[in-house]
């Protein structure tokens, strides 16, 4: 088993910075690939980025290439989404997420555990 509890959402103005957390108990962190994700009033859970079960290989999606940065710390058992640049689109509950496997696009694999969400609002 595998919780996720995220934190560092909040209100920031557009154009402004925000770095999430996630952090995973249970020793099996570090076999997992790990992903963020978001969901928006109204709309659909949509894939935001993802990284290998050693850190070295990320992968997003188009909407935040170039702004957001994914890592992670496997002896803190921590993987982060480092956000520039943000936009009003960029509003939304984000998750963390245990992938069963990396994506890199195509098939998208199953998700093994969700974290709770954590809220970012950015204003215009």
């Known amino acids: 088993q595998v919780q996720l509890v995220e934190s560092g959402g909040g209100l920031v103005q557009a154009g402004g910075s925000l770095r999430l957390s996630c952090a995973a108990s249970g020793r099996t962190f570090s076999s997992y690939p790990m992903g963020w994700f978001r969901q928006a009033p109204g709309k659909e859970r949509e894939f935001v980025a993802n990284i290998r079960m050693s850190g070295g290989t990320t992968y997003y999606a188009n909407s935040v290439k170039g702004r957001f940065t994914i890592s992670r710390d496997n002896a803190k058992n921590t993987v982060y989404l480092q956000?520039?640049?943000?936009?009003?689109?960029?509003t939304a509950v984000y998750y963390c997420a245990a992938l069963n496997s990396y994506y890199s696009g195509g098939y998208f694999p199953a998700i093994d555990y969700w974290g709770q969400g954590t809220q970012v609002t950015v204003s215009s």
Do not use: I
């Open 83 to 90: 956000m520039k640049y943000l936009k009003p689109e960029d």
